[in-house]
């Protein structure tokens, strides 16, 4: 067994580093909303929901990069020994992440819209209210942004655990292509 995939069944450099950064900011901006969201409101916890929805915009303009990159350099085949089912697993898994990565940072951008909370990306960039204030909506909007992000949790885990399956017990190449 080889200790790397050849390169051409490997995903591209740009894609790679996507992939992780993406990954690394989304366990990030996961960890700061799981803290801050019990948190009494004093200067630090304000700071920490700014972090998160940096957090947020950062993955959104990076998913956009990824996604335009995909479709431009087409991702690697997956072995030829994987069964059909799990390519269409595969598929369905890697499309439903594609949209969480833009439906996550939009629900947020909603919810604080709609709760009357503004957006300076990085603390320099006013990101523009999507709604106007309507805390009811900012509610409902805050439930969506929780079901989502559950959501992510466990097709993350999936994803995840589908890469290890491939590495440890099927020892094929499908991990050592990203």
């Known amino acids: ?3 790397a995939a050849p390169a051409a069944s490997r995903y591209s450099l740009p894609a790679q580093v996507a992939h992780w950064l993406i990954a690394l900011l989304m366990l990030a901006g996961y960890t700061l909303g799981f803290i801050m969201v019990d948190l009494k409101i004093s200067p630090t916890t304000l700071k920490l929901f700014a972090y998160h929805k940096w957090i947020g915009v950062t993955v959104f303009l990076l998913a956009v990069l990824r996604l335009a990159w995909r479709l431009a350099v087409p991702p690697p085949p997956l072995p030829e020994g994987v069964p059909m089912w799990q390519r269409r697993a595969s598929a369905i898994t890697h499309h439903l992440l594609y949209l969480l990565m833009f439906a996550l940072p939009l629900s947020g951008w909603l919810m604080s819209s709609a709760k009357g909370f503004s957006t300076v990306y990085l603390g320099v960039l ?3 209210d999507l709604l106007a204030k309507q805390p009811a909506l900012g509610a409902a909007l805050e439930a969506v942004h929780e079901a989502l992000t559950w959501l992510l949790v466990l097709l993350v885990a999936t994803h995840v655990g589908a890469a290890l399956k491939h590495h440890f017990i099927d020892r094929d ?3 050592r292509r990203m």
């Open 126 to 128: 006013p990101i523009p």
């Open 173 to 175: 190449e499908v991990l």
């Open 1 to 3: 067994m080889s200790s």
